[in-house]
T-cell receptor, first 116, second 112 residues
Framework: GESVGLHLPTLSVQEGDNSIINCAYSNSASDYFIWYKQESGKGPQFIIDIRSNMDKRQGQRVTVLLNKTVKHLSLQIAATQPGDSAVYFCAENRAVAQGGSEKLVFGKGTKLTVNP | NAGVTQTPKFQVLKTGQSMTLQCAQDMNHEYMSWYRQDPGMGLRLIHYSVGAGITDQGEVPNGYNVSRSTTEDFPLRLLSAAPSQTSVYFC???????????FGNGTRLTVT
């Protein structure tokens, strides 16, 4: 079946470096994508989202890039800090039009480790 | 706002026991969902609701029931717990179309 997946299960970076976490999705009908951060023992926390009519969106230290041609999503974290260590999930919205985000489909996650 | 509140945080059940996982949100969100999270499997959708009185099945609904009698509450019921239901359960809610899901901090359930 269709799925949202990540290319790498783990990523290790040095503090201060930039991090890039990748995600592949397969449903071309999905029109909304979200990145979540999950720390140990907590629920997923919203980081940034992007709609399918955009190809780039920037937040504070984070940028999401969407390439609909190859169905690829990436999260870039600038000047990675130890507090960024967590598992990162991408998610796509397959809800019908006019619905909410109640049917998000998640990738399996990438564990980011930031070394001091 | 408290956001999405889940209780209990931890629960141990014996096979065959029943229980209800509670979920409440104070953001007046129409859309609510239950996910389970297992190692290496990401989050999988169990049931969801698009408003009070309306529920539907997600990817892995077997063994679980839900109801949505109010906008605020969306309890998840396990009628006869099985070891395969050992997992971390997350409740989430969202507002209008294409807005992010907000998650609770989860219930860690162990079935022995």
């Amino acid at each position: 079946g269709e799925s949202v997946g990540l290319h790498l299960p783990t990523l290790s970076v040095q503090e201060g470096d930039n991090s890039i976490i990748n995600c592949a999705y397969s449903n071309s009908a999905s029109d909304y994508f979200i990145w979540y951060k999950q720390e140990s023992g907590k629920g997923p926390q919203f980081i940034i989202d992007i709609r399918s009519n955009m190809d780039k969106r920037q937040g504070q230290r984070v940028t999401v890039l969407l390439n609909k041609t190859v169905k690829h999503l990436s999260l870039q974290i600038a000047a990675t800090q130890p507090g960024d260590s967590a598992v990162y999930f991408c998610a796509e919205n397959r809800a019908v039009a006019q619905g909410g985000s109640e049917k998000l489909v998640f990738g399996k996650g990438t564990k980011l480790t930031v070394n001091p | 706002n408290a956001g999405v509140t889940q209780t209990p945080k931890f629960q141990v059940l014996k096979t065959g026991q029943s229980m209800t996982l509670q979920c409440a949100q104070d953001m007046n969100h129409e859309y609510m969902s239950w996910y389970r999270q297992d190692p290496g499997m990401g989050l999988r959708l169990i049931h969801y609701s698009v408003g009070a009185g309306i529920t539907d099945q997600g990817e892995v609904p077997n063994g679980y029931n839900v109801s949505r009698s109010t906008t605020e509450d969306f309890p998840l019921r396990l009628l006869s717990a099985a070891p395969s239901q050992t997992s971390v359960y997350f409740c989430a809610s969202s507002g209008q179309y294409n807005s992010p899901l907000h998650f609770g901090n989860g219930t860690r359930l162990t079935v022995t």
